[in-house]
């Protein structure tokens, strides 16, 4: 008895099912007196199903895919004037750095190659070996260069090497040699307050403007901006510079600048104008992408983490652990007592882990950035109608005045 009203409880919401289902094909398939009309609505109502269950995976496929939409805003509002670092292209003074011998002997060797790389390419040029310069040249790797470009960077990189034990303070410029003029705003500017200086490992000292955000950008254009005169002194330049002007770079007071690798070259003897537009770029996280605001451990610098910053951390890092000893073109991780790596005990190591080419992929991009979009112009500078240029008066140098500077916007 049990058994039987059981068996009819589930038999008949079943057969009434076609009659009370809010689909359309169900019914139809049960109110169908013909068998072949049954089956043609049962295939239509199964074809419908089925795409119906199509859909709906694609639908949460899709949602898996945590697809994202880039949402552009314009705003017009007061914002902080960037922050603009200017760096000489000439890290250090010659006269000051050829003083060194570690130094003197890079360059002497440096010269040597660079002269025999180009001589071996002319049979008939003679050039007498120098066994000391031969030695050095061994030591240093540049035996197997034939390229002076490949040398010239192997050189450079080299450098901060050798540099590192000695006290650069006289080698490196000072402010007030290297602005010869600036004004924020059409107003002076106050060259104590206003600039602040730090010694760039590749770049010897670079100047920073405005890096705690005290002036506001007021209005557009290149007079309301900043302007400054730069100059550099091409008697100064080391063997392995040889490109003549001025590094700038514009960034977000938050980031952490690296003018050896970002940034734009001004050249001497012109007037460069640089127009700026800056985005605000947010990334999602996980799951929408890959991005990080979190600093690993080790991390080098201070302010924001940049994708930069953490490759530099991590060579460091490497360093460290390989070579027990640190890069000095990067600072040295905080606690560490490794020494600097010095030339020859360390070289081998050295070399090798800068010429690593595969590299780690763990640095993410940052998940908050701002981005100044540059547009470099520039034009002969000065232009011929001037008398004065910055602070110089005539018959102060050997070369006149208007052969010594640079200015830019
Ligand atoms: C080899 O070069 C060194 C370093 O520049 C120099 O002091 C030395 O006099 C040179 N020797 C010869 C034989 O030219
Ligand atoms: C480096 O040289 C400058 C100027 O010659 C001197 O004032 C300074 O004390 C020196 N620094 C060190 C660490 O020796
Ligand atoms: C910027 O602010 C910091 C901390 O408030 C201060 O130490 C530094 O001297 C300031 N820099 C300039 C250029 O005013
Ligand atoms: C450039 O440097 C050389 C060598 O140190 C010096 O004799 C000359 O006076 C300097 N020129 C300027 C314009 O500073
Ligand atoms: C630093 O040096 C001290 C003593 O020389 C040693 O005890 C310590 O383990 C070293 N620390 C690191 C991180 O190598
Ligand atoms: C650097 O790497 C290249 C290619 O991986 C290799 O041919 C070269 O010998 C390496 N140089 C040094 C100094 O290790």
């Given at each position: 008895m049990g058994q039987l009203s059981r068996t009819n409880a589930i038999k008949q919401p079943l057969s009434s099912f076609p009659e009370w289902t809010s689909t359309h094909g169900i019914p139809q398939v049960g109110r169908s007196r013909k068998l072949y009309c049954m089956g043609f609505w049962a295939i239509i109502t199964l074809i419908a199903a089925a795409l119906l269950i199509w859909q709906t995976v694609l639908l949460i496929l899709q949602y898996y895919h945590y697809d994202v939409s880039v949402q552009i805003e314009l705003k017009f509002e007061q914002r902080a004037f960037p922050a603009v670092t200017v760096c000489n292209l000439n890290p250090y003074r010659k006269s000051v750095v050829y003083n060194f011998p570690k130094v003197k002997r890079l360059m002497d060797t440096y010269e040597y190659t660079m002269k025999s790389i180009s001589c071996g390419a002319d049979p008939t040029c003679y050039m007498a070996t120098n066994a000391t310069l031969e030695q050095y040249r061994t030591?240093?790797?540049?035996?197997?260069?034939?390229?002076?470009?490949?040398?010239?960077?192997?050189?450079k990189n080299i450098l901060g090497l050798e540099i590192a034990g000695y006290n650069i303070t006289d080698a490196v410029d000072k402010i007030g040699d290297f602005i010869q003029g600036c004004s924020f705003n059409t107003q002076d500017c106050d060259m104590t307050n206003d600039w602040e200086t730090y010694i760039d490992p590749k770049m010897g000292s670079c100047f920073a403007f405005?890096?705690?955000?005290?002036?506001?950008?007021?209005?557009?254009?290149?007079?309301?901006?900043?302007?400054?005169?730069?100059?550099?002194?091409?008697?100064?330049?080391?063997?392995t510079s040889d490109a003549a002007g001025m590094r700038v770079i514009v960034y977000d007071q938050g980031e952490k600048p690296f003018p050896d690798i970002f940034g734009y070259n001004v050249q001497t003897g012109s007037s460069s104008s640089i127009g700026v537009t800056f985005v605000d770029m947010s990334r999602l996280a996980e799951p929408y992408g890959q991005c990080t605001d979190d600093k690993p451990d080790n991390y080098l610098y201070d302010l924001a983490y940049s994708?930069?910053?953490?490759q530099r951390s991590i060579y460091q890092q490497e360093m460290i652990d390989n070579c027990n000893?640190?890069?000095?073109?990067?600072?040295?991780?905080?606690?560490?007592n490794a020494t600097v790596c010095v030339i020859p005990d360390d070289f081998a190591c050295w070399a090798r882990l800068t010429n690593l080419s595969s590299s780690d992929n763990s640095c993410t991009q940052p998940c908050n950035e701002g981005v100044y979009e540059v547009t470099v112009s520039s034009a002969k500078w000065p232009s011929g109608s001037v008398t004065q240029v910055g602070n110089c008066i005539e018959g102060e140098y050997d070369e006149s005045c208007l052969t010594v500077f640079k200015v830019f916007f």
């Open positions: 030591m240093y790797g540049f035996q197997g260069i034939y390229d002076t470009a490949a040398l010239q960077t192997r050189a405005n890096t705690n955000a005290t002036h506001m950008a007021q209005r557009a254009g290149p007079i309301y901006g900043l302007r400054v005169v730069l100059k550099t002194n091409i008697s100064e330049f080391l063997a994708t930069e910053g953490c000893c640190y890069d000095p073109s990067y600072p040295i991780p905080a606690g560490s």
